[in-house]
Structure formats: C-alpha cells, structure tokens
C-alpha cells in the first residue's frame, strides 16, 4: 500500500497531525514533474491516484461532510468544483441530508 512515506523522507517533511485526525491515514506526500508546483498531497481514501475501497472513500466523505457541517452550522446547500469530484458529491449529500432534517 502506498504511503507517501518515500517523499516525506526524502524532503525532510511530514503531515502534521491536528490532534482531531491522523491526516497520515488520509494522505500522503507525493511530487510531480511541474517545477512550479512539485509537492502533491495524495488521498489515500478517495481513489483517484491510489487504489481505495469504495466503502473506505463513502466514509471519508460522510466524515468529511459531518465535520464541514459542524464547521458551517446550519449546512447551506453547497456545490464542489474540484478535482475530487466524488468527494464533493459525498459532502453535499450528507450537508443536504442534514438540512433537511
């Protein structure tokens, strides 16, 4: 399974962990061929670089959109365009299940 760990040593850097989540469970660091932007943060749990069971990404994101809902307060209806578009429809779902409760 991929880590992330091989740029993080190499480099000398490291996630650092907010004390709410291990982001390390989430991502890892990896580079690209771009000289303005080399550093690339990977998604362990959305699939789209690294291989991720589907139940593992639906998690994320229903996790993902309970903590931006506790963030906002009342969720308003919000819409995603980003490259992690699954994720996006994920949030939005658990934001719109919320207020309509």
Same mark, same amino acid.
């Given at each position: 399974?991929?880590? !992330?760990?091989? &740029?993080?040593?190499?480099? !000398?850097?490291?996630?650092?962990?907010? !004390?709410?989540?291990?982001? $390390?469970?989430?991502?890892?660091?990896?580079?690209?061929?771009?000289?303005? $932007?080399?550093?690339?943060? &990977?998604?362990?749990?959305?699939?789209?670089? &690294?291989?991720?069971?589907?139940?593992?990404?639906?998690?994320?994101?229903?996790?993902?959109?309970?903590?931006?809902?506790?963030?906002?307060?009342?969720?308003?209806?919000?819409?995603?365009?980003?490259?992690?578009?699954?994720? !996006?429809?994920?949030?939005?779902?658990?934001?719109?299940?919320?207020?309509?409760?």
């Amino acid at each position: 399974m991929w880590t !992330g760990g091989w &740029v993080a040593r190499r480099l !000398g850097v490291r996630l650092v962990d907010t !004390g709410q989540t291990d982001l $390390r469970a989430l991502a890892g660091l990896a580079l690209r061929l771009d000289t303005l $932007r080399a550093h690339l943060l &990977v998604s362990s749990v959305l699939g789209k670089y &690294v291989p991720a069971p589907p139940a593992k990404a639906i998690l994320a994101g229903e996790a993902l959109g309970r903590a931006v809902a506790a963030c906002l307060g009342e969720p308003p209806r919000c819409w995603f365009a980003e490259t992690a578009t699954a994720l !996006g429809h994920l949030v939005a779902d658990v934001l719109d299940t919320l207020t309509r409760k």
